[in-house]
């Protein structure tokens, strides 16, 4: 038998638990559903030092920590369950899971987005430890050292740009020719004197004993490979991947309007094409992804679904 709540919230980033916090103190019976840890991304970030107010114990374990305790304390339950399928249409939605069904008068979709990653040797095993994909989050761990970055798009390029403010010096690393980003931030990189482009080559391998001390390079052109060492007083270097992000939309495929590449279609207000149901953080059409920008998303999400529910059903 299924049981019937205001608001479901699938996903459990800093996007879920915020909209988790809004709704449940707004007095609106609340699940939140995530198959694997809460927190997300966030959650395996080393340090949040750019979330305002996150100065104790900054860490993205802590951090995170903190916003589940938070909208528990106001009566949301988080269960660990697996989403399987999605009936969003109608006044009653059904969120099928692994453990069974769940009904609401609305859902907020907040399964975010992952960074794609290089399938290359040691990039898994030295994440976190030299190798990052989020310039924001961690630019300061690399004051004075030399930094890669690998893309050539205008995210790459632009993350570049603001490395510079720590790093010795910047390599950008792109397997064409000419980065493709728009041509005034190409050219701020080109007259950038920390910064260097490295054209038609890839990154092949990530080297280091439980941290990160070497990358190997390939021309594409020629097929040459070779390593780059870090510097010896140094002991590491960073490596910065910025070739895109998979949002984790798969299972709304066909239940609400979405971009070509998977991103959910919503406003500032989060509403989707489908009347209850809304979208907050990553997997959501948006030009900045940081914490406190999903976290303003749960926000207005669950404030949407608030006022949507007194309007529809009370």
Wanted: hydrophobic share 40%; aromatic share 8%.
């Amino acid at each position: 038998m299924s049981r019937h709540y205001d608001v479901i919230i699938i996903g459990s980033g800093p996007a879920g638990l915020s909209a988790a916090l809004y709704a449940s103190r707004a007095k609106l019976s609340t699940l939140v559903l995530e198959k694997s840890k809460n927190g997300g991304q966030a959650a395996i970030t080393h340090l949040i030092e750019n979330y305002p107010g996150a100065v104790e114990d900054p860490t993205g374990p802590r951090v995170t920590a903190r916003m589940v305790e938070q909208a528990k304390s106001f009566g949301a339950e988080i269960k660990q369950d697996e989403v399987l399928n999605v009936e969003l249409e109608g006044e009653e939605k059904v969120v099928t899971c692994v453990s069974g069904d769940y009904t609401a008068k609305t859902v907020i979709i907040a399964t975010g987005a992952s960074p794609r990653k290089l399938d290359a040797p040691g990039i898994r095993e030295l994440e976190s430890k030299g190798i990052s994909y989020c310039a924001t989050c961690d630019g300061d761990f690399f004051e004075g050292l030399d930094v890669y970055v690998v893309g050539g798009a205008n995210s790459a390029v632009e993350e570049a740009l603001f490395l510079t403010k720590f790093a010795r010096k910047v390599t950008i690393v792109y397997r064409k020719e000419n980065v493709r980003c728009e041509k005034v931030t190409a050219e701020k990189a080109k007259n950038n004197p920390k910064i260097e482009i490295l054209g038609n080559t890839v990154v092949t391998e990530a080297i280091g004993d439980g941290i990160l001390e070497a990358i190997r390079l390939k021309n594409v052109i020629t097929g040459e490979e070779y390593v780059i060492e870090a510097d010896e007083e140094d002991g590491t270097m960073g490596l910065f991947f910025f070739i895109g992000y998979i949002p984790q939309t798969k299972l709304f495929e066909g239940k609400v309007e979405m971009t070509e590449d998977g991103y959910i279609k919503a406003g500032e207000d989060t509403r989707t094409n489908v009347e209850g149901v809304f979208v907050a953080g990553d997997c959501r059409v948006k030009d900045i992804r940081q914490v406190v920008t999903a976290v303003s998303d749960g926000a207005v999400a669950a404030i949407r679904a608030e006022k949507y529910i007194a309007e529809k059903f009370e």
